[in-house]
């Protein structure tokens, strides 16, 4: 894709805003998980090693809009920049929202702030032109490095692109991008893509656009009764969509999408629900289906095990309880076994791959959710054609 990168521009004495994904679980004031803090590490280094005065924006949770951060004090932003100066061994200031172009002048070169949480300011969830305007007037180069949020026109992540004097992507976002394009654009071959998920209504566009992409397709969860039911498989009180099932069909008309053998079922949605093995066949009325048996998981593994390209979103069953995690556990050690191109995306699927510690062994991970799915299934994501666009003057 032909879009200016941070390298791209002397950033010495320049003000650079920097868009991150910094929106992070906290408790009790402290950052629990710090994954995408660490992504967005090397691009604040390195525009700090650069000489630049480093200003950082980022949302943090589903704040209202207008409303002051001080009535709405669990989504600051100061919890993430007591981290980030621990991580980068400097200060760190939050900016509050009367912090001004002039204010930012007088940044030094080497500094690094962080404004308030984005989300907290009129015009943002709209892309206004009189908020896109101001944070333009805080940098001299603005730089997208937030894929997670790049599927969103908002002033933080579109609009300013569009008044900044210079625009480029981030080495997290070109990173991001030259993935999905090396999985989707150009395969290696055989390609399998996994998708699990609750349901096929979620992720209809991705099962639709991937399956005229890729040469088998693994579903998972929720998903998979849906197919099952279309296959004429009993599936028991397991969560189905009936209106879904003609598509299921066509689908499987289209796609190599081998089906479970066996499976982990209970009699109700709970932890402490007992699993038992059954033959799908075999699944009674009063069966929940949680999770793929072992002769599915191998099914899967070996399927995994041929392939050049892997695409995965979403588990395979309920990871989340122990006693229907295996399948899930089973397929992600089969992915990080794999020797081909691994791209994973999506939050349950990222919370798998912590689960079961393979984090080092898929080939990228995304950081986007949403982005990334709308990515795979063929949609224009704003913040990234706006770039492409800038990137042409």
């Known amino acids: 894709m032909a879009i200016r990168s941070i390298t791209d521009y002397p950033l010495k004495d320049q003000r650079v805003l920097i868009r991150e994904d910094l929106n992070v679980p906290i408790k009790d004031g402290k950052v629990i998980n710090e994954a995408r803090i660490n992504a967005a590490l090397p691009t604040i280094r390195y ?39 621990e991580l980068l061994g400097q200060q760190v200031d939050i900016m509050s929202a009367d912090f001004s172009a002039e204010d ?12 308030e949480n984005v989300r907290t300011n009129v015009g943002e969830k709209s892309n206004a032109d009189d908020l896109a305007s101001y944070y333009a007037g805080l940098c001299d180069i603005f730089v997208m490095d937030a894929f997670g949020t790049a599927h969103r026109a908002q002033a933080s992540t579109h609009g300013v692109a569009k008044f900044a004097d210079k625009v480029c992507a981030g080495p997290l976002l070109k990173a991001e991008l030259d993935a999905l394009h090396k999985a989707l654009s150009q395969p290696l071959r055989p390609m399998l893509a996994i998708v699990g998920g609750a349901k096929v209504s979620s992720k209809l566009k991705v099962l639709q656009a991937l399956s005229h992409k890729v040469d088998q397709l693994i579903v998972g969860g929720g998903i998979a009764n849906t197919f099952l039911a279309a296959a004429g498989l009993p599936i028991g009180k397991s969560l ?14 289209e ?29 009674a009325e009063d069966d929940m289906i949680l999770d793929v048996g072992p002769e599915t998981s191998q099914l899967f593994t070996d399927i995994i095990s041929g392939m050049q390209t892997i695409l995965w979103n979403g588990p395979v069953g309920v990871f989340e309880f122990d006693a229907f995690s295996l399948g899930t556990e089973n397929v992600s050690r089969a992915i990080a076994a794999n020797n081909g191109f691994s791209i994973a995306g999506g939050g349950e699927t990222i919370t798998a791959i912590d689960k079961f510690g393979i984090r080092n062994d898929i ?21 990234v054609a706006v770039l492409e666009e800038r990137s042409k003057e």
């Open 47 to 85: 525009a700090l090693e650069q000489g630049a005065a480093v200003l950082l924006m980022s949302h943090l949770g589903r704040p209202e809009e207008g409303v002051a951060i001080s009535d709405q004090i669990e989504f600051s932003m100061a919890p993430v920049a007591a981290r980030l100066a």
């Open 104 to 115: 930012s002048q007088a940044l030094a070169a080497g500094s690094c702030v962080l404004l």
């Open 240 to 253: 189905v969509e009936e209106e879904m099932i003609p598509v299921a069909r066509s689908l499987m008309a």
């Open 255 to 283: 796609t190599d999408i081998p089906l479970p053998i066996d499976v982990m079922v209970a009699k109700e949605f709970s932890e402490q629900a007992s699993a038992t093995l059954k033959a799908v066949a075999d699944v």
């Open 363 to 383: 080939s990228y991970i995304s950081t986007g959710g949403g982005a990334f799915l709308e990515f795979v299934q063929g949609e224009v994501l704003p913040a």
